[in-house]
Nanobody, 117 residues
Framework: EVQLVESGGGMVQPGGSLRLSCAAS????????MTWVRQAPGKGPEWVST????????YYADSVKGRSTISRDNTKNTTYLQMNSLKPEDTAQYYC??????????WGQGTQVTVSS
């Protein structure tokens, strides 16, 4: 059974940092691209970042580019999203997802990030 479990969310002040983690199990982690998606209250899902299966290619939404770093450790079956210089507009539920072809086939339950003073 594929499982994705996010952690690391919380409440931070503007300008702060968080590192989100996504622990994967039930599949060959090193064979799949992984993606982070967020959803703010009252809004639709927003793609945040993707890392390819080997970790050598990364992609970011303009909204987080320069402030966030996606990474993965295939020995730990975990992907990470380091977020710096957080803004109130980064407040959202953050999900990791396994990409299969063009689809985000499996999703975790999400972790809440709240940026507020």
């Amino acid at each position: 059974e594929v499982q994705l479990v996010e952690s690391g969310g919380g409440m931070v002040q503007p300008g702060g940092s968080l590192r989100l983690s996504c622990a994967a199990s039930g599949f060959t982690f090193s064979s799949y691209d992984m993606t982070w998606v967020r959803q703010a209250p009252g809004k639709g899902p927003e793609w945040v970042s993707t890392i390819n299966f080997g970790g050598g290619s990364t992609y970011y939404a303009d909204s987080v580019k320069g402030r966030s770093t996606i990474s993965r450790d295939n020995t730990k079956n975990t992907t990470y999203l380091q977020m710096n210089s957080l803004k109130p507009e980064d407040t959202a539920q953050y999900y990791c997802a396994r990409r299969t072809g063009s689809y985000l086939e499996y999703w975790g339950q999400g972790t809440q990030v709240t940026v507020s003073s």
